[in-house]
């Protein structure tokens, strides 16, 4: 069945460093790739997605990368502030499922 | 404007009972979705709900998951004979429409506890 592996499973790193979470997908027909964030006892909300017609895409401190030969896509933090402690999700989306990995718990450390 | 909401936020049971959880998605949204979460886990896919279509149930893990959409709009999500098993925050998720276009908004969750 369709399955998306999401690694690492934690990540911590030194505040103003930077933060790569990878993503691998298997449906070949997905086309959307959005990544969400979810602070400890709130609900997961959106924080940046980008759609297979693209290779990047590029919002202030993150950006995401998608390489569909290789079926990988990524999440990129720069300049790392403590807020952004947070378990992070990648999500696939073929017409209408969502298909979500495990999550990254990043901690940045001040 | 509201957003999605589900109640209750917390939901304490005895095995083998029955529980209901109900999902509000946002006013004019056609799609919903119910995910399961289990402690640091990730997000379960369990239904989706279209406008009228018939809902795919594929991701429901046994016979004693049900759930329905009255009216194209709220959710209702029930479980039968409740096991320990069970225990894990229930997330309902709506969008204007099914695809890429649509994003997803999540309500704040039940958090349910079987003893």
């Known amino acids: 069945g369709e399955n998306v592996e999401q690694h690492p499973s934690t990540l911590s790193v030194q505040e103003g460093d930077s933060a790569v979470i ?19 006892g709130k609900r997961p909300q959106l924080i940046i997605d980008i759609r297979s017609n693209v ?14 030969t290789a079926k990988h896509f990524s999440l990129h933090i720069t300049e790392t502030q403590p807020e952004d402690s947070a378990v992070y999700f ?21 | 404007g509201a957003g999605v909401s589900q109640s209750p936020s917390n939901k304490v ?6 529980v209901e959880l109900r999902c509000d998605p946002i ?13 640091g886990q990730g997000l379960e896919f369990l239904i989706y709900f279209q406008g009228n279509s018939a809902p ?8 004693r998951f049900s759930a329905e959409r009255t009216g194209g709009s709220v959710s209702t999500l029930t479980i039968q004979r409740t096991q320990q098993e069970d225990s894990a925050v ?18 704040p969750g039940t958090r349910l506890t079987v003893l």
Do not use: M
């Open chain 1, 90 to 110: 990648c999500a696939a989306l073929a017409t209408y499922k969502y298909i979500f990995g495990t999550g990254t718990r990043l901690k940045v450390l001040a």
């Open chain 1, 22 to 40: 990878k993503c691998t997908y298997s449906d070949s027909a997905s086309n959307y790739f959005p990544w969400y964030k979810q602070e400890l």
């Open chain 1, 55 to 68: 290779g990047e895409k590029k919002d202030q401190r993150i950006a995401v990368t998608l390489n569909k």
């Open chain 2, 13 to 18: 049971t005895e095995k083998g009972k029955d």
């Open chain 2, 56 to 63: 795919d149930k594929s991701g429901l893990p046994s016979d």
């Open chain 2, 90 to 107: 229930y997330l309902c998720a709506s969008s204007l429409d099914k695809g890429a276009h649509n994003e997803q908004f999540f309500g």
């Open chain 2, 27 to 39: 006013s004019g949204h056609t799609a919903l979705y119910w995910y399961r979460q289990s402690l």
